[in-house]
């Protein structure tokens, strides 16, 4: 699996109504804090950093995408607004593809940025979708990551641990092998052996 941090230039169209207020007030970012289907559509909670706090949620009244809003706070630099609004037609196919952004997800300008989870084959299909359509993007970031529960035996998972917690590989030692083996209640020999295994476990998939 990889962890991408995604930044991708997003239409004001109707899916993309946000995206031409961003637009228009390029120096706000509109921080969406959860995203969820509704009976009546898709309901989200939206942060929105600005000094022009009065004159966006003029927009939201203008906006015949909007079913509903309520304003839950607002200050001097701050609107946090709570809206609900049509499922967009692209809603369920990225869904499908199981690579909804993880949030906050953040819209400032016209461009969309998040970070996502994915397998290689769904983020190859992802950018040559995007590319397709001819969508801007920018991969801010990627890193790679993978299952470790079935590196090690639960046997050798049980004495790295108690090595790890007791110090063994500090500089200085915190302990000795023939002090870890008493603890564990074995003797020296497969103390080390059980150590080495895993060692040689951890280091293989630590270098592919």
């Known amino acids: 699996m990889v962890r991408v941090h995604l930044r991708v230039e997003i239409g004001a169209d109707d899916d993309n109504w946000l995206a031409g207020v961003s637009t228009d007030f390029s120096d706000a970012e509109f921080k969406i804090l959860t995203s969820q289907p509704v009976d009546d559509g898709v309901l989200e ?8 706090g ?45 690579i909804l952004p993880r949030f906050p997800l953040i819209i400032r300008d016209g461009w969309a940025s998040g970070v996502q989870t994915a397998s290689q084959e769904q983020l190859s299909k992802l ?7 001819h969508i801007s993007y920018e991969i801010l970031s990627v890193t790679h990551s993978y299952d470790s529960t079935g590196l090690l035996t639960e046997r050798q998972r049980e004495v790295i641990t108690e090595a790890v917690e007791r ?15 008493e603890t564990l209640g074995v ?22």
Do not use: W
């Open 45 to 52: 909670l939206i942060e929105v950093t600005t000094s022009e």
């Open 54 to 98: 009065d004159a966006i949620v003029r927009r939201f009244d203008d906006a015949p995408e909007v079913r509903s809003y309520e304003v839950l706070h607002s200050d001097d630099g701050m609107v946090l607004i709570q809206l609900v609004f049509p499922m967009p037609s692209t809603y369920e196919a990225r869904r499908s593809m199981e």
């Open 127 to 133: 950018t040559t979708e995007l590319a397709a359509a």
């Open 167 to 181: 110090g063994y590989y500090d500089s200085p030692r915190g302990c000795t092998l023939v002090e870890l083996a």
């Open 187 to 208: 003797n020296q020999s497969a103390a080390s052996g059980v150590l080495h295994r895993a060692e040689g476990r951890i280091i293989k998939e630590f270098i592919s």
